[in-house]
């Protein structure tokens, strides 16, 4: 394009007349003054309409963040690029997270971090992937003597680090002490093939043997042999030995590994670590302060604190109930509880998805109580729902009978504990004294069983009246028993007899005793107990 100049006052008065255009050679036609005034200045309207979409554009894409540019690349090869990560500086967070996409040795286009590539990246985890060719060897052969080749990866001034949890330090070989360093830790361990048998899978010194990655070490590690153990004397089965921080998934230990070569070709592309990483070296709390830097932009998203001894620094995370990208805005979205799981409220229930969560609820043929869905009974036209209500009774039923059967046991309990002392006390311990009063009544022995205070000769013939009547109360027959108003009026005329001791003289009288009422004397049923308690009670007071 010609670039447009801007004439001194003199030179644009005498060329106003006139205009050319490098696309014609023709004249044109003659054209009036404010025309050729607007035809002449086209090319300017240019600059200025470019200009001004330009910044339109400029403004539209503000407030998006570099991940969601149209431009970027979201993917290279297989793999997913999500933001903060991108293929250039004007897609990535900052240049930390700037990757390149370029073709591999096997024709495959692949993003690389330097010489490190990325063969998978998340977000939820602050996790990514990668192959490092980091493989530390010892080989000796005699036409070139020991060979020895330190691999080593720094990531300082980077945002990752290596996973300590994620990763293990493998050394193998028949004849290897190997280790790796950093500048505060040397750790590693001994491999032996002598007096030991290598089994597949098994890396606990026999050909193989394997360490915990310290923390210290995780931004820069180098692998190193003690050079007294080496394979000199065994190099025509085992020429090499090795050392390697490798991701723990991914590593099987196989027999075949100690030979020539074959851990060397069979990780030839690059070893697999895993590398933490973090948005930015500033604690939650710096970062909040300076909203215009801070990563986590989208609405329903929360800072996380990565900070590991002195080394500071954050990542962000979707906030709970939520998933997606909380680098983009509006990049947490909420999760469908009730859709990703199989009914998470349980069966019988309806799962009602919220924004970060989700309720549950009782289908209509069904009630809640204790957090379990039971089915409704059938109910009357009134509405009344019978079920809690006959369910309740029932239980207050069956306590009530539990309470007064625990009383009875416990009355009994008493009754046989004191029959038994008395027993203990008095002998007797094989008849109940109502037994023993109805045996001795029967063989004639009254006088055996009442006491010397009690029995004398002129109240003999009612102490016997007593004792029939005693009897016939007795009698295993309830046909036979007498009522209580007969007991009372029996009692009531003894007690006039006994009063009145001349009417045994004369029998009218005592007859007119025994059927006349005795009006000061009355025997109600609430005083009348049974022998047994009664002698017993007795018994307990002294007597």
Not at 125 to 145: N, R
Request: aromatic share 8%.
């Amino acid at each position: 394009m010609r670039k447009a100049t801007i004439a001194p006052s003199s030179a644009r008065t005498r060329s106003s007349s006139r205009c050319t255009h490098p696309s014609f050679h023709t004249t044109p036609p003659p054209r009036s003054p404010a025309i050729m005034k607007l035809f002449c200045s086209r090319p300017l309207l240019s600059g200025h309409i470019f200009l001004c979409l330009t910044a339109i554009w400029v403004l539209a894409t503000a407030d998006v963040s570099a991940g969601q540019r149209p431009s970027c690349l979201t993917k290279c090869g297989d793999v997913d690029i999500p933001f903060p990560f991108g293929i250039d500086d004007q897609c990535s967070f900052h240049t930390g997270f700037t990757l390149s996409c370029k073709r591999a040795a096997d024709g495959a286009m692949k993003p690389f971090k330097s010489t490190l590539e990325v063969t998978k990246i998340s977000v939820a985890d602050g996790m990514a992937w990668v192959k490092a060719p980091t493989i530390s060897s010892q080989c000796y052969a005699p036409s070139t003597g020991t060979m020895i080749s330190n691999g080593w990866l720094n990531l300082t001034h980077t945002p990752f680090w290596i996973s300590e949890v994620n990763n293990t330090i493998i050394v193998i070989g028949c004849n290897t002490l190997a280790y790796m360093t950093s500048s505060s830790y040397v750790i590693g361990c001994l491999a032996t093939c002598t007096n030991v048998i290598l089994e597949n899978g098994s890396c606990s010194g026999a050909g193989c043997c394997e360490a915990d990655v310290p923390k210290d070490i995780t931004r820069y590690y180098r692998g190193f042999f003690n050079e007294n153990y080496n394979t000199t004397e065994i190099w025509q089965d085992t020429p090499c030995s090795y050392v390697v921080v490798i991701a723990k998934d991914t590593f099987r230990f196989n027999t075949s590994y100690v030979k020539p070569t074959v851990f060397s070709d069979t990780y030839k592309g690059g070893v697999p670590v895993v590398l933490n990483w973090r948005a930015q070296p500033w604690t939650c709390e710096v970062a909040l302060k300076n909203m215009s830097s801070y990563a986590c932009i989208s609405s329903d998203s929360e800072c996380v604190d990565t900070t590991r001894g002195k080394e500071t620094g954050y990542r962000c995370s979707c906030s709970r109930g939520y998933q997606g990208n909380p680098y983009n805005k509006d990049g947490c979205t909420d999760i469908d509880e009730c859709r990703e799981n199989a009914n998470p409220c349980g069966k019988d229930m309806i799962c009602q998805n919220t924004r970060g969560n989700f309720s549950c609820s009782c289908r209509p043929e069904y009630y809640m109580t204790n957090d379990v869905c039971v089915p409704i009974q059938k109910s009357s036209r009134s509405g009344f729902k019978p079920m809690p209500v006959v369910g309740a009774s029932i239980g207050l039923v069956v306590l009530v009978i539990f309470v007064a059967c625990a009383c009875l046991v416990q009355e009994r309990r008493k009754l046989r504990k004191m029959k038994q002392s008395y027993f203990r006390q008095h002998g007797e311990k094989e008849k109940s004294l109502a037994m023993m009063f109805m045996s001795a009544m029967k063989e004639n022995r009254l006088a055996d069983i009442l006491d010397d205070q009690v029995k004398g000769e002129d109240n003999t013939e009612i102490l016997e009246e007593i004792a029939e009547i005693a009897k016939h109360c007795l009698d295993m027959c309830g046909d036979n028993r007498p009522s209580m108003k007969e007991v009372t009026e029996k009692l009531d005329g003894l007690m006039k007899v006994m009063q009145h001791p001349w009417a045994e003289e004369n029998p009218e009288e005592m007859e007119g005793l025994l059927s006349e009422p005795m009006a000061s004397s009355t025997i109600g049923s609430a005083e009348y107990f049974s022998i047994e308690k009664k002698a017993i009670n007795a018994m307990q007071s002294g007597r």
